[in-house]
Structure formats: C-alpha cells, structure tokens
C-alpha cells in the first residue's frame, strides 16, 4: 500500500505564503491526476486545485485563483501547491489526493488521500 504525506502547513499572517507538498511513497504520481482540498471547520471538503498526469495542464477553484499555484517534480515524486497572498478564510486543513483518471473538482472521484496539514491565516 502506498502513501501520501501532506506538509508545509502553519500558521501565517496574512497577505504571507506558504507552500505545501504531497510526497508519495509506494505510488508514482506521474501516473494519477493529483488534486488539493480543503476543509474549513464546519464547511464541506472544497476542490481548491489539480494538475493532469498527462500534460501539466491545471485547474483553480474560483477562490484560490491568482493566488495559489499547483506543480509537480516527477524526480522528488511530489506534488506542491504555492499559496500567495494569503487570506484569513484560506484557513483550512488541506489535503491532496490522487485520481487514476483525468483530474476533476468532486472528492468523491479521488482513490486516495493524504492526512491533511492545517493552514491558519491569522494576524
């Protein structure tokens, strides 16, 4: 059984950055869709980005884009998502997951998910 390692998170004020990785053990990532969520306490897991397996192509949720930016490193097996200008309700616990399909924005498309790593944008 693979694994997924979500980290990078903490707490930053805001208008800061973060970036936050998604390691793989046991899995390529070349081979899957990789997309990042988030869970605010109270609200549903939120799509915020993914990244095709076949062509780097990319999609945003409407609140993150501009803002954040996914990519992943085929040699270090990682996917990363840069968040700039943060903001107090980009507070969240974020996780990634794979997809062995074209990406897509539903949660309930993704095979397997990493832990999370809480994100708080507080001044």
């Known amino acids: 059984q693979g694994q997924l390692v979500d980290s990078g998170g903490g707490l930053v004020q805001p208008g800061g950055s973060l970036r936050l990785s998604c390691a793989a053990s046991?899995?390529?990532?070349?081979?899957?869709?990789v997309g990042w969520f988030r869970q605010a306490t109270g609200k549903e897991r939120e799509f915020v980005a993914a990244?095709?397996?076949?062509?780097?192509?990319?999609d945003y949720g409407e609140s993150v884009r501009g803002r954040f930016a996914i990519s992943r490193d085929y040699d270090k097996n990682t996917v990363y998502l840069q968040m700039n200008s943060l903001k107090p309700e980009d507070t969240a616990v974020y996780y990634c997951?794979?997809?062995?399909?074209?990406?897509?924005?539903?949660?309930?498309?993704?095979?397997?998910w990493g832990q999370g790593t809480q994100v708080t944008v507080s001044s």
């Open positions: 997951a794979l997809r062995d399909e074209l990406w897509s924005r539903r949660p309930a498309d993704y095979d397997y």
């Open positions: 046991g899995r390529t990532l070349s081979r899957y869709a």
């Open positions: 990244i095709s397996r076949f062509d780097f192509s990319t």
